[in-house]
């Protein structure tokens, strides 16, 4: 029988080998789960194996997850999103390095309402960037640009890690979700302050300039915010309920996805196969994450019953490192993880872990897991193994798959700053989740 310390890096080390293998993630935990319960409790305790997935199972929180990814899956399908693509581009205007800046606010709006950061990634990759490298701008800069932006989609509302995260940590997941949006803002203000930046240092970075949309100066303005209306209602119905206290996370999900219903057929794409392929998707997808958190949860009482995580926990505290310092392991850790292996494998796999620690040392959860939730979401673009990457390879077969790794890199660098920003001043964070309250 295996308990304390040893439990946490027996059983931690057997699901990072097995997810190494390739098997799916609920596979991975189902196993070590199985493995783990009969070396801790024996037979018996297969009983409260079965009892906790069917606890996470129907917790009614987690009814927000195939909402939002309804939501998504309509706009999407619905193509409605070729109306954003559109009307965005008309709202930028003639701005120095448009197209850049375009990459970059395409990128976050469609990430935050689809929370797909890998199709987002694609998407662009077959449209922006062909466009910006025929004009003869910079493919790394706009690769960087696609990629950072997508890598949003985890932050801005509505995020399905978010409420993961405030699942497992035990944080509102309306202020999880009203908090992300400062910070998503916050880090695609930084995106195009670097882009102008570099445009400014380096002109022969931007395109040639002759990229206006010809509507541009003939009344297209008051056409493209009117056309964007709709997809205004979907965000302010969604937040504007939490925010207000009139719904739930999960209420208001509801009212996104008959938001997204109507805007689909404003439109004129609604159809039964649009809904029916949406319905599909949501399902499956849906259940593969419910899958995962059942699991997950279960390996995070099989730590605690070992006693692994009061022991780690009261050997970190006899560390007795500062708070910043204790912060700044407990991120690092993360960050350097997320370049090898899935990032919403290792937050189910951290999260258990970390939260004893937060109560320990007195950070405000809010504050702490809106920082790890940037953190972990930098790995969808960091090398060697970044999954939003391979989505834009996938998109732009042409583009080298090291070309890529170095388009990310300084985006990694500005989502550190960003996360230094928020750490520095936890206001950021925290204001629009108090005022909600």
């Not at 739930?248 to 109507?262: F, I, K, M």
Request: net charge neutral; hydrophobic share 60%.
């Amino acid at each position: 029988m295996i308990t304390g310390i040893t439990a946490v890096f027996v059983l931690t080390g057997a699901l990072l080998l097995l997810f190494g293998t390739g098997l799916p993630i609920f596979v991975t935990f189902l196993i070590v789960n199985v493995a783990g319960t009969f070396l801790l409790l024996g037979v018996n305790g297969f009983t409260l194996l079965a009892n906790s997935i069917y606890d996470t199972a129907t917790t009614g929180s987690l009814t927000a997850i195939p909402l939002f990814i309804l939501l998504g899956e309509l706009l999407f399908r619905g193509r409605a999103l070729t109306v954003m693509f559109s009307s965005i581009e008309v709202l930028v205007g003639r701005v120095r390095g448009r197209q850049f800046v375009l990459a970059v606010v395409l990128s976050t709006v469609f990430g935050a309402l689809s929370g797909a950061a890998m199709g987002v990634a694609a998407m662009l990759g077959k449209t922006v960037l062909p466009g910006i490298k025929a004009r003869g701008g910079s493919s790394s800069l706009a690769m960087g640009a696609i990629v950072s932006g997508a890598s949003l989609a985890p932050i801005i509302p509505p995020s399905l890690l978010a409420i993961i995260v405030g699942t497992l940590a035990g944080v509102s997941i309306g202020d999880m979700l009203v908090g992300g949006i400062v910070p998503g803002l916050m880090m695609a203000a930084l995106f195009v302050i670097y882009i102008l930046i570099r445009i400014r240092l380096d002109p022969s970075l931007d395109t040639d300039g002759e990229d206006l949309p010809p509507e541009r100066g003939s009344g297209a303005v008051p056409k493209a915010l009117l056309a964007l209306a709709p997809f205004t209602l979907i965000v302010g119905s969604i937040m504007g309920f939490i925010m207000a206290g009139i719904a739930t996370p999960s209420e208001a999900a509801a009212t996104g996805v008959l938001g997204a219903l109507v805007t689909t057929m404003i439109y004129e794409r609604l159809s039964f196969a649009v809904l029916r392929d949406s319905v599909l998707s949501a399902t499956k997808i849906s259940a593969m994450i419910l899958l995962i958190m059942a699991s997950s949860k279960m390996f995070s009482q099989l730590l605690a019953m070992s006693g692994g995580i009061s022991a780690m926990t009261a050997m970190i505290s006899a560390m007795d490192l500062p708070g910043w310092a204790m912060l700044l392991v407990l991120m690092a850790f993360p960050f350097i993880m997320c370049m090898f292996i899935d990032q919403t494998a290792l937050m189910l796999i951290v999260v258990p872990i970390y939260s004893p620690l937060v109560v320990h040392y007195g950070f405000d959860p809010l504050w702490f897991w809106l920082i790890f939730l940037v953190n972990i979401t930098v790995g969808g673009i960091t090398p060697p193994f970044g999954y939003v990457l391979f989505a834009l390879q996938g998109a732009a077969p042409d583009e080298p798959m090291t070309a890529i790794f170095r388009s990310a890199w300084p985006f990694v660098g500005i989502f550190i700053i960003g996360m230094l920003i928020m750490a520095v001043f936890p206001p950021l964070v925290t204001f629009l989740p108090s005022l909600a309250r």
